[in-house]
């Protein structure tokens, strides 16, 4: 194994579900300090060199969702050509780095996730580590779509408003950077995940809820597969909730009445089924789907905001930070900034571009690069594990 002192390129390898995915992320500045009992890593100056996503939307449709089989043996035929895209992307004419093959870590995503899925990504990236003789990291799923909201270029648009309101704080002032603060407040919303995290520092990350049952974007999934919309199903009854109005039809918030940060949407699917069901008797789907989907996209975002805002009251984060598949929701992007632009003390808001929204390698190779030293290891120590925990 090289050694890792210097870390200057990590390639980035993600295969958790139904995209592969590899980026190449170039570290700029890392500037470490011992915050706690580990050194950890306060800042992070990268660029992003490649970030390249091969989507299997489309084997995926005609089931109405991921076929796990199907996803394995796409994986296995993308991969290779993907990692050499992301790899050949970065002597490309706006980075013009000279070696493609010039890698100094590789950090994959070993879990949670579909396990013949996973497989394909950790078993390349060992053979890639092994061939190279190169340190290896894991990388947890979900820490990938926290540190989605680690960048700094894609966060200034959103973040400008509030740092005009505050101007006179030093806390958000431009030459200090827009990355989250500490404590901060996660809010994680994907297709196999949803639930809330407190981010004290880079190592200490404590859940506070999760789903019960559906993830958000699972509910978002089946209740399109209900209106007969395509697969994948956020995007789609995000497009046609645009023509529904509100007080049409009314849906349950659940768990918005409890103390605690857990999550439960299966209530709601069920709610919308039966309305469905009612409502096709006497109308063409046609005629409700807009409708629909605007009352159950708004009972999501309730919900989702509703918790953020009651954990915000209680644990008082500087910042606030919305990622997953589901942030790709403008609306729901929306409707949380406006409730944290509300909140007593001054928090920031911090969502991911929209390239880093679903599921993509450079969130993957950005988590590696906020990681402590100690984590890297050899491709003999790196195992998939399909209900990996965010420890
Ligand atoms: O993070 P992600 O790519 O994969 C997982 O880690 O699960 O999230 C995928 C989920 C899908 O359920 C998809 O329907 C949802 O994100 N999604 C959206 C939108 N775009 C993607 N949900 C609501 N609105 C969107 N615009
Ligand atoms: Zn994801």
Redesign the pocket.
Same mark, same amino acid.
């Given at each position: 194994m090289q050694n890792p002192k210097l870390i200057k390129r990590i390639l980035a390898i993600e295969t958790?579900?139904d #995209?592969t995915a590899a980026a190449v992320i170039k570290i700029k500045e890392l500037r470490t300090e011992n915050l706690d009992s580990k050194a950890s890593v306060l800042s992070s100056q990268f660029s992003i060199l490649s970030n390249i996503v091969a989507s299997q939307i489309n084997i995926h449709k005609k089931f109405g969702g991921v076929f796990p089989e199907h996803a394995s043996r796409a994986h296995s035929e993308k991969i290779i050509p993907v990692v050499e895209e992301a790899l050949t992307k970065v002597q490309s004419t706006k980075y013009k780095e000279k070696n493609k093959d010039n890698i100094d870590l590789v950090a994959v995503t070993t879990g949670p996730g579909l396990i013949g899925s996973l497989l394909i990504g950790v078993n390349f990236a060992k053979t890639y580590a092994y061939a190279k003789n190169l340190p290896i990291i894991g990388i947890n =799923?979900w820490l990938g =779509?926290i540190y989605s909201c680690f960048t700094e270029k894609e966060l200034r648009t959103e973040n400008l408003e509030l740092r005009r309101k505050n101007s006179q704080s030093s806390d958000l002032s431009p030459q200090i950077s827009n990355l989250p603060s500490f404590p901060s407040l996660i809010l994680i919303v /994907? !297709? $196999? =995940?949803t639930g809330l995290v407190l981010m004290k520092s880079h190592t200490n990350i404590q859940p506070l809820g999760e789903t019960l049952d559906d +993830?958000a $974007? #699972?509910a978002? %999934?089946k209740v399109a597969k209900l209106l007969g919309l395509e697969y *994948? !199903? $956020? *995007?789609a009854? /995000?497009k046609v909730a645009q023509k529904g109005d509100p007080n049409i039809y009314k849906f349950p918030r659940s768990m918005l009445d409890r103390k605690d940060y857990n999550f439960s949407f299966s209530g709601l699917k069920t709610a919308v089924l039966y309305k469905v069901q009612e409502l096709t008797k006497r109308y063409p789907l046609n005629a409700i789907r807009s409708q629909i989907a605007y009352e159950f996209q708004q009972a999501v975002i309730d919900i989702l905001v509703g918790k953020t805002i009651q954990a915000a009251y209680e644990f008082k984060p500087k910042s606030i930070c919305l990622c $997953? !598949?589901?942030s +790709?929701?403008?609306e729901?992007r929306q409707q949380l900034k406006m409730a944290v632009e509300k909140l007593p003390s001054k928090t920031s808001y911090h969502v991911p571009s929209m390239e880093l929204?679903? %599921?993509n390698a450079a969130m993957i190779g950005i988590a590696a690069a906020y990681q402590d030293k100690s984590k890297y290891t050899t491709w003999d120590k790196i195992n998939a594990d399909a209900n990996l925990k965010l420890d």
């Open positions: 958790s579900c #995209e =799923h =779509h /994907s !297709g $196999g =995940h +993830a $974007g #699972e978002f %999934d *994948p !199903g $956020g *995007p009854i /995000s $997953g !598949g589901v +790709a929701n403008k729901l929204t679903t %599921d």
